[in-house]
Structure formats: C-alpha cells, structure tokens
C-alpha cells in the first residue's frame, strides 16, 4: 500500500500538464481560469464535444488524490468500481458498469495494451501509475471505429506531447511518502518519488516537438489480514458441492492472519516526437513502465482438520446416532466396535479370504474404525451426520510475495489530408512481462495428522476441532483448549513441515497495424469513413519447479535460526501473532538445501502448468456521420473475426497407458457489430445522448484451452486445486442502450443523468467446486469455465461538478463535486442446482458513489474526498453460497499551496479513517468472513516546480 502512495505521487506532475495543455489550446475569456477548477473544465469540455458517453480524467485530476495507480484514479468516475490486490492494498484491476476486467478494453494512445495474467484479458493495473499522463478516458459506449471487444466500456491512457504546452517547459515533480501501519510492525515505512519532464517545440515555425517524461520511487507496505482457511461448512452434512444447504447455520473450519510487507519500486517514462504539417501530421510515440516488488508474507494458520470417516449405507438416512454414542467395544488392531449394522455403515473391505481359488478383499461383518474412509468434518458421512471436528491443527508459514512487472508500446503514424479525403495510420507494438526468478515457502506446525517426530502436539491435536468466538465477524477468535493455549507463542512445538522453491514467467506481445480512411461530403451527411485493423497476440506463460525437500534444521521452528523476532499485536491488538521469520535467512537456508541436496522433475512437473498461444484479429468497418441543425447522428457497423491457436500441457492418465504431452486447440469465429449513435445539441448548454449498440467479449485466453492446471500446496504437495480449460467457450455477446443528458452551466460545471441497459447472452464466468479429498484440507477446489445463459443489467448514472465561484466570500472559493451509480443486475449462470435462483452479476455493485467538498483560493488548493462501493460477487463458490466482497468506503485528503507561478506544494492522505481496503465474506451477509485486510494511512508531501 505504501506503494500505491508512491504512484500517488507521481500523479503530481499532472496538475501541470493541464493548467499549460489548457492554457495553450483554449481560447482567451474575461475569466482565468486556473487550478483544479481548470482541471473540471478541461475533463467537461472533452465529455461535452464527444460524441458517445465519455468520462475524462484529465492530468490535474489524476493529481488531486493520492492514488496508488491508474486503478485507483478511474474508481474516481461514474460506475467504475476497483478489485483490490490483496497482497498490497492497492487497486488492481477496473469494473466498468457491473461489467468485470475482462469485459472491457484497455490502451495507452489508442493502442491495446499487452495483458500479464496467464489466462486472463483484464489488465493489472499495478504496474501502471497516474504520472506522466495527459488523461484518462472511458467511452462507455462504442462506435464502430472502435474495437468492439469491450461490453463495458473502452479505457484509454493519453501521453502528452509538446503542442499541449505553450512554451518549452521543464518540470520537477518531487514527494516523501509515509504508510503509519509499518512503523507499527517494525518495518520501514518511507519511500519517495522524483520525476522530470521536458516538452519544446522546434524547427520552422514550430512544426516539430518533443516531450519526455521520466519517474522513479519506491514505497513501503505493509497490512494486516484474517482470513478464512477451508470455506465455511453447514452444520449438517452436505453432499457434495452443489447441492442446496442452509447458508443461516455454517462453521468455520480456520482462518489464517497473513502479515504482509515489502517494498516496491516503480520507474519509467514516456516520450512523444511530433510533426504538425500543413497537410500531414506524423507522430512516434513510446511508453515503458516497470514495477518492482519485494514482498513477504509470514501467515499462522488455525483450523480444524478433516478426519476419516464412517459413510453411511443410505446417505439420505437421518436417523443414526453419533459414533461416540454408538462405541461398544475395541480391538487392539480394529480399534473402536460400533453398535452399527453392515447395513447401515459401508463395511470396508478388510480381510482376506478366498473365494474360488482367489485371494480376495471382504468386510468383517462388523463396524469397527478400520471402516472409516473419505475425510470429513462431519460426525458421519451422511444425513445423520452434524458437525463434530476430530482434529485440529497450528502451523507457521513464510512466503516470498515478489513480482517483476513491465509494461512496454511505442507506435508511429499520423494523419494525411489530401481535399476531402483524410487518411489516419498506425503501427504499433506492445509488450507486458510478470513474474517472479524466485518464490520461497517454508513451513512449520503442530498437527494431529503427524504422530512420531511430533508427539509433542501430535496426540494432543488428534483429539478436538478449534472453536471460535465471532463478537465481530470480521475477526474471529480462536478459542483453543488449555493444552494448545501455548502453541502460538511456543515455536518449539512446531515442526519443520517442508520448503519449496518456484520461478515463473508471463508474457504478451501484441502488434497491430490499422488504417482509416474519412471522405466529408459536407452534406446531410457530413462525412463517411471506413477501416480496417489487424492485430496479433502472443502469449507465453511458464512456471518452473526449482526445489523443494528439507533444509538442513528440519527440527523445530526454536531450533531453525530463522525467527527475526516476534509480533504481539496484530489487527489494533484483536489477536497475539508471534514469530515473524528473518527473510535472508529462509532464503539462504533454501538455497543452500538447494545447492547440497538437488531435486530432478519429471517432464509433466515441468510443464504442467506451461502455455503458449496467438490470438490474430482482422477487423473491419464502415460508418456515416450525419448531421442536420442540432443532430448528429453516427450509424454503421464493424466485423471483427477471431483466429484462436493455443498450446497447452495434457495430463493423461499415464498409470493406464496415457502419454502426458503438449496439445493444441483451434478457435475461428466472427462477430458482426452494428450500431447507432445520436446526439441533440439544444443548445451550448445542453446535451442530449443516445445509443443502440452491440459488442461483445472474448473468452479469456487460458480458458479456452484443453490443459489442466494443477495448484499444490506449496509445503505438503497435496493438490488443493485444479483449473480446468473449455475449448468450446464462445464469446460472450450484448445489445446495448444507453441515454442521456447533460447541463453546463459554465466551463467548470456540469449536471448529468445517464441510463444504461445491457442484454448479454453466453457471458462468461468460472464456476468453483469443493470436492471431497483425503487431503489435509479435506477437499480440492475445481474451477472451470463456462458460458452462463442471459444475463442483463441496468442503471442510472448521476454526475454533479460545481464551483461556487461568483458567491459572496467566503463561499466564492467552495466548490462540489459528486457521482452516484445505481445499479442492478441479473444473470442465469445455467448451472442445475442454481435453476431458478439468479445471481447478480459478478463484479457488479448495485451502488457507487464519490463526493468532493472542494476549495481554491489565495493560492490554496483542497479537495476532501468520499468514496463508496457497495458488495458484489467476487466469484461463484459451491453450494449456490458465494464469495461476496463487502462495502468498501475511503476518506482522502488533498491539499495544495501555490507559493508562486511554477511552484507548489502538496499534502496528501490517504485512507484517514484507517478502514479496510479489502472485506470479503461467504455469502452475502457480513456474518460469515473470508478476508479482511488493514493497510493503514498514507501520507504524501510533495513539491512541483516547473520553469
């Protein structure tokens, strides 16, 4: 989160950007106009002469908050709401009107950004910070000159070039940075940013420009989470993970406290090289950003653990009693005798016998607990069983959270003017990386599963579950029994439970090529146009097993040498955390282990996870612009085909004969996109917007594949998870309807009201399910991706920007801003047992809302700045019980002094409520937690001087 302040800061340079961008292209007034109200005025005047529904951001107002990244600047705009990073606090990636990251498109100066999640189209926004822009734009609906891939919204980042300025400029934009959480943790809390840029306009009449702009910071983070370890379970036995279960009555199997902290480093830069010519304009422009992250998460884990078994005969019986109540006797091999019948408990084969002259498997005729099979938290497998914990377990992880990111375009072109014809061109490429050269994990604990070694905690933990204590459901409390009161703070009684080593590496290239052609007729129909598009994409994604087995201290955590020291307050001292692991050392300790005891991996450990594939789009359009008085009437349509070719690693059943290898999958299909456009001018005040349009989405890259992905747990080695690819997905498809209107009453002002509908139909989601394993956790989560049936959604937006300028003082310096997005929605997934019980759109709050009480004058500058997000489905979970991110609210402060033309000073806050930035629950009640996460405050001192 420090970080995200970091970014923040480089959102200062902005501010000027606008005041000279506006200074050198708006005409002159009785009024000057300067500051943040000069900023409203560039972002309405852009909205106001755009043809469909746009929101801008301009520089000054990436500025005026302390945002970590673009993420967090555009949850600033009517119906657009952020997905936190958990690992940071900061905004990683959009929803644009209930539509998630992958329904949207993304680009800087008009061309799509190369996407780093390995199966993924949103964009992680992380890497990405609000400095060095121009704006930031969203068209929330298309024409058909524009990609058609976005049934949310088109996002798009604008570099400044030369002729934004009025004279040869140079800028220092400097900060200090300060998260209040760290200090509290014991770890470092400052970081700082600088950042110049450099515009000038040269050359015969001042054809030629360039503009430079170059960054680099660092910040700290650090937060504290709860989260829930195992999904919360009914109290009595469910069958599987899709039948219906009482969500008013669930358990908690554990939760873990994660303390997370680290450092993260962002530098980069933009450039622009500009010709303006008489009848021709050419452009080279380049963007490059790079993050850095060192990261560590040390997390404590308490929960109850599955045990084995007994599965009853008839699973829909309700009639039994408890095992315990049921004991008759023992065996010194068998162990306990149950007053059962084969008839009503499955007797497991046990014995030999023969039969026919072969030795074969039967029951003993008898229910002893040799019988007991499939794990469970349940006192029985089937409807007589009720919740009944057997096991319990404490453990102590330490995991290296590093990320390299990058994020690289350039693109030259230019637009010609030959009579009536105008011709726009351009080349493009960009490329995005992520990944980490190496992810460490080390784990200790005290489990009843592990006997021997262990006996210190082993017998005692194989006896009963963990309790909990919810007074507030956002921190549940353990309450342990007396002889596991001291496992928290004694690391003597935790044993080394393994280590591990991974490196992986992500990665998208796109190029693209497009030409446009305008011929105006000047007529009724003012001008036609026409184009055409080709863009590819590859991506490569390749995760590596480096190492796992033992360190050289495979004792207890007291003995290893690798505790740093100990935290006893977390979360406002709610809980007692204990020993915090020393990085260098885990890391050390595993490299050497490494080095003296090296690990050989199979070909299918290696590429088990690996992928490769190229998307090529050929992409084509034709449209009218009419125009008659106050009319302007855009209508036509675009052809977008799609050319999948995807490879990826097949796990075959080799104990059968099956020949793990590396498969290909095929994907070829068209979407034909028309749409219509209108607006009414009633006057230079107001404006009336209105569209029919059609888009649609693709599916995501790694979910069209026939691979299987296979998640294991880090330390164990069991497999917790397993995603699997559909390569008969298609695209999701949807008929828009958008209206509007709009009010200004001066340049710095606006009143809006926008109503939205979308119709969509195969929209794309992953469906999650739990099922029964003998695995520590009892269960393997299996994700798939599917095509849902229909789905619609619909809403009003609200936007106010007012200044008070022209009051009586001291009201004259006051000023308002605010949005509110009411929102709902509807989807059938076409899931069985969710026939008939719609879910609201994933992604989608039903309510957003930002307000501003502004202030600007004597040289002063204040914004103080509300923000609300209401709950929405993070993803679909088992048992129709979701995961549900709950109201997330913000108090920001920005202030800004100009001492004197050129020269500023900022101070910022961020998060002054000390909230969470992250809530999630199972379910959408509060009473079931899933996460819950602290990032503290950040504090921003920063200066502008520009010559």
């Known amino acids: 989160m420090g970080a995200s302040v970091a970014a923040l800061i480089c959102a200062l340079p902005l501010s000027a950007f606008a005041q000279d961008s506006a200074q050198a292209t708006e005409e002159p007034t009785t009024v000057v106009v300067t500051g943040q109200r000069l900023s409203n005025a560039n972002s309405i005047g852009a909205q106001k002469k755009a043809t469909g529904v746009v929101n801008v951001i301009s520089a000054d107002d990436l500025g005026k908050l302390p945002d970590a990244n673009v993420a967090d600047a555009l949850a600033r705009i009517p119906g657009v709401n952020v997905v936190v990073n958990q690992e940071t606090g900061e905004g990683e990636y959009v929803s644009v009107r209930g539509m998630a990251g992958t329904f949207n498109a993304y680009s800087i100066n008009g061309v799509r950004v190369a996407l780093t999640d390995s199966a993924s189209r949103k964009m992680s926004m992380t890497v990405l910070p609000p400095n060095g822009l121009k704006s930031i734009s969203v068209s929330k609906t298309l024409t058909p000159d524009l990609d058609g891939d976005a049934i949310g919204g088109a996002v798009n980042f604008v570099t400044p070039t030369a002729f934004d300025f009025k004279k040869p400029t140079v800028r220092v934009f400097g900060a200090l940075t300060h998260n209040d959480r760290a200090p509290d943790n014991g770890e470092g809390a400052d970081g700082g940013q600088l950042q110049v840029d450099l515009a000038r306009k040269f050359g015969e009449a001042n054809r030629f420009g360039i503009f430079a702009s170059a960054y680099y910071g660092k910040s700290a983070y650090s937060n504290e989470e709860t989260e829930n370890d195992g999904e919360w379970e009914p109290y009595r036995w469910r069958k599987d993970s899709e039948e219906a279960i009482d969500s008013r009555s669930m358990y908690l199997p554990g939760i873990d406290l994660d303390f997370r902290h680290g450092e993260q480093k962002r530098y980069g830069g933009n450039f622009s090289l500009d010709y303006h010519g008489d009848a021709t304009q050419l452009y080279l422009r380049g963007q490059f950003a790079k993050l850095d992250r060192t990261g560590t998460n040390d997390y404590t884990d308490f929960r109850s653990r599955p045990t084995k078994r007994l599965t009853q005969v008839n699973i829909d019986d309700t009639t039994l009693r408890a095992p315990e109540s049921m004991i008759t006797g023992s065996d010194p091999v068998k162990g306990n005798i149950y007053g059962y019948t084969t008839s009503q408990i499955v007797d497991q084969l046990t014995e030999k016998t023969t039969v026919n002259g072969k030795v074969v498997m039967v029951g003993d005729g008898i229910i002893t607990d040799q019988d007991r099979n499939s794990s469970g938290y349940w006192s029985l497998n089937g409807r007589s069983g009720v919740w009944d914990p057997k096991a319990m377990q404490f453990a102590r992880s330490f995991q290296t959270q590093d990320q390299k990111s990058s994020l690289a375009t350039i693109n030259a072109g230019g637009i010609t003017h030959k009579d009536a014809l105008t011709l726009e061109y351009d080349a493009s490429y960009s490329y995005g990386e992520k990944g980490s050269d190496g992810d460490y994990s080390i784990g200790y604990n005290c489990d009843g599963k592990n006997l021997g070694a262990k006996a210190a905690c082993g017998p005692i933990f194989n006896s009963t579950g963990v309790l909990w204590s919810s007074f507030d459901p956002r921190f549940p409390l353990p309450q342990l029994p007396a002889f596991a009161s001291t496992v928290q703070s004694d690391p003597s009684l935790l044993q080394y439970d393994g280590a591990s080593l991974e490196k992986y590496k992500q990665s998208d290239a796109r190029t693209a090529l497009k030409l446009d052609a305008r011929y105006d007729l000047g007529g009724f129909v003012d001008y036609v146009k026409a184009g055409v598009k080709y863009s590819k994409s590859e991506r490569k994604y390749d995760k590596t097993k480096l190492w796992d087995g033992d360190i050289a201290n495979t004792g207890n955590l007291a003995q290893s040498g690798l505790i740093e020291r100990s935290l006893d307050s977390f979360l406002g001292g709610r809980y007692y955390y204990g020993a915090v692991l020393n990085r260098d050392k885990v890391t050390s300790a595993i490299d050497g282990a490494m080095k003296t005891t090296p690990v050989t991996y199979s070909e299918a450990d290696q590429n088990g996870d690996d992928k490769h594939g190229s998307e090529t789009i050929y992409a084509a359009y034709a449209l009218a612009n009419m125009k008659s008085e106050n009319w302007e009437v855009v209508a036509g349509a675009r052809i977008e085909n799609t050319q999948v070719d995807n490879t990826s690693w097949i796990n075959e059943d080799t104990k059968n004969g099956g020949v793990s290898h590396f498969a290909n999958t095929k994907a ?280």
């Open 668 to 947: 070829d299909y068209s979407n034909f996109l028309p749409s219509v456009t209108a607006v009414y001018r009633q006057s230079d005040n107001v404006v009336y917007r209105g569209a029919i349009w059609t888009s649609f989405s693709r599916p995501e890259y790694g979910n069209i594949t026939r691979g299987e992905s296979i998640t294991r747990d880090k330390i164990t080695k069991e497999i917790v998870a397993i995603a699997r690819g559909n390569p008969d997905l298609k695209p999701a498809e949807a008929l828009n309807f958008d209206l509007s209107a709009e009010y200004y009453p001066d340049s710095s002002s606006v009143v809006s009201v926008g109503l939205f509908h979308k119709a969509i139909k195969n929209f794309i989601f992953t469906n999650g399910s739990a099922v029964n394993a003998d695995t520590k956790a009892g269960t393997i989560e299996i994700t798939e991706t599917k095509n849902g049936e229909d789905a619609k959604i619909s809403g009003v937006e609200l936007n106010l920007i007012k200044s008070f300028e022209g009051l009586a003082a001291p009201f004259d310096g006051f000023g308002v801003e605010a949005n509110i997005t009411v929102q709902t929605s509807e989807a059938e997934t076409g899931l069985d047992y969710r026939k008939g019980d719609p879910i609201t759109f994933i992604q989608a709050p039903n309510l957003i809302y930002n307000t501003s009480l502004t202030y600007q004058k004597y040289g002063f500058e204040g914004k103080l700045s509300y923000q609300y997000q209401g709950k929405y489905i993070e993803d679909l979970r088992d048992n129709a019980v979701d995961k549900w991110v709950q109201p997330n609210k913000s108090l920001d402060l920005h202030t800004r002094y100009n001492i004197r033309s050129g020269l500023s000073v900022d101070f910022d806050v961020q998060n002054i409520l000390d909230g969470h930035r992250y809530y999630t629950t199972k379910g959408k009640s509060p009473s079931y937690q899933k996460d819950y996460m602290e990032p503290g405050r950040n504090f921003i001192l920063r200066f502008a001087y520009s010559y």
